[in-house]
């Protein structure tokens, strides 16, 4: 079956330092993969997407993502946290001709300490 | 563009009320997506629509609930009637389609049945 799993459920970082927050997916062929951002009481925002090519893609607001096909990773990174990325992070995987379906992780909820 | 639009933000009703929620997806886009986050079960898709036909309503947790999506440009979800177990935040997402998957969210609706 397919799915997304986000080992982690909670992650306290302080502000400044460096963040990895785990993606792992289980797929019948390479998915096309993507994290999202929720901040409290808003939509989810799209943070950046693979679809094919360089396994390294950057996203907004300085973060990036590394595809590791033999691990079935995606893991989400940032060189130095601020206090405004506090905020719940979504990995979510889809395929071509799925109608654009997406399969979400249940999410890590990351909190930014001064 | 203006996004994925949510109406209304906020919603309180009464047990037994009917409710209807509505979405304006993103222009151009051909697929559209409702969601339903509680603290409890996460993000979980309800239905989905390509080109305003409904593919897949396995999510759907009840008769209670019903979507429609009359056009490209507007589609409700519906819950009649209401029960204080409703109560979550629901999302409507739109995919531009043509294979890329990436979905964008709208700020979601706040729905409270007392």
């Known amino acids: 079956a397919q799915s997304v799993t986000q080992p982690d459920i909670h992650i306290t970082v302080s502000e400044g330092a460096s963040l990895e927050l785990r993606c792992n997916y289980s797929?019948?062929?390479?998915?096309?993969l993507f994290w999202y951002v929720q901040s409290p009481g808003q939509g989810l925002q799209l943070l950046l997407k693979y679809f094919s090519g360089d396994t390294l893609v950057q996203g907004i607001k300085g973060f990036e993502a590394e595809f590791k096909r033999s691990q079935s990773s995606f893991n989400l990174r940032k060189p130095s946290v601020h206090w405004s990325d506090a905020a719940e992070y979504f990995c979510a995987a889809g395929r071509m001709g799925g109608y654009n379906k997406l399969i979400f992780g249940a999410g890590t909820r990351l909190a930014v300490h001064p | 563009d203006a996004g994925v639009i949510q109406s209304p933000r906020h919603e309180v009703t009464e047990m037994g009320q009917e409710v209807t929620l509505r979405c304006k997806p993103i222009s151009g886009h051909n697929s559209l997506f409702w969601y339903r986050q509680t603290m409890m079960r996460g993000l979980e898709l309800l239905i989905y629509f390509n080109n305003n036909v409904p593919i897949d309503d396995s999510g759907m947790p009840e008769d209670r609930f019903s979507a429609k999506m009359p056009n490209a440009s507007f589609s409700t979800l519906k819950i009649q009637p209401s029960e204080p177990r409703d109560s979550a935040v629901y999302f409507c997402?739109?995919?531009?389609?043509?294979?890329?998957?990436?979905?964008?969210f709208g700020p979601g609706t706040r729905l409270t049945v007392t």
């Open positions: 997402a739109s995919s531009p389609g043509q294979g890329t998957n990436e979905q964008y």
């Open positions: 797929y019948g062929a390479t998915p096309y």
